[in-house]
């Protein structure tokens, strides 16, 4: 029998729930995440819950949004307006974190969901948290994007995205 979406859900809320709460992270079920507001706009870890029919996987994605960037930017795109105030200015996965190409938990029974969060929570520790609180300004979101704008993105499948964002950074934060 595999584990429900709403049981996985419910169980990192009881395990990681103190710990982000401690950091000002909201559990968020609805958008299957935790989120902590902030002047700019918002960070959050999201658990994208895949099941199947024997085994579920879990992937962990960190978010960034810059509120300045997505209101100028969002309109340009093509993404549902439904997803509006959701949208991020960076998305990286745990895996490209961490320099994998992929990093998914599969878990069968509750001993690998345990053992799953043991790993997420300690992922958070030693990247996550420094990840999204050394990124979250305008101006560290600016370097990200334009940095390098030749090579590939950590941050984004879709390249215009990224264009439209990081010319949009760099004409906030008044970069040539």
Same mark, same amino acid.
Request: glycine letters at 2%.
């Given at each position: 029998m595999t584990l429900s979406n709403d049981f996985i859900w419910l169980y990192l809320v009881e395990e990681l729930g103190e710990e982000m709460g401690n950091r000002k992270f909201s559990p968020m079920p609805a958008k299957v995440q935790f989120r902590r507001m902030g002047q700019a706009g918002f960070q959050n870890c999201l658990f994208n +819950?895949?099941? #199947?029919? =024997? !085994? !579920?996987? +879990?992937? !962990?994605? *960190?978010?960034?949004? +810059? =509120?300045?960037i997505e209101e100028i930017v969002f309109p340009y795109t093509r993404s549902s307006l439904s997803f509006k105030e959701d949208s991020h200015t960076l998305l990286i996965s745990e895996a490209k974190l961490l320099g994998k190409r992929i990093k998914r938990y599969k878990i069968r029974d509750v001993y690998e969901l345990d053992y799953a969060i043991h790993q997420i929570n300690n992922f958070l520790w030693s990247q996550g948290f420094r990840f999204l609180a050394e990124n979250r300004s305008l101006a560290k979101a600016e370097t990200? *994007?334009?940095?390098? $704008?030749?090579? $590939?993105? *950590?941050?984004? %499948?879709?390249?215009? %995205?990224? #264009?439209?964002k990081g010319i949009t950074a760099a004409y !906030?934060?008044?970069k040539p």
């Open positions: +819950i895949t099941t #199947y029919e =024997d !085994v !579920v996987y +879990i992937e !962990v994605q *960190l978010g960034v949004r +810059i =509120d300045k990200l *994007l334009n940095a390098q $704008p030749e090579a $590939p993105s *950590l941050f984004f %499948h879709n390249q215009f %995205h990224r #264009y439209l !906030v934060t008044r």
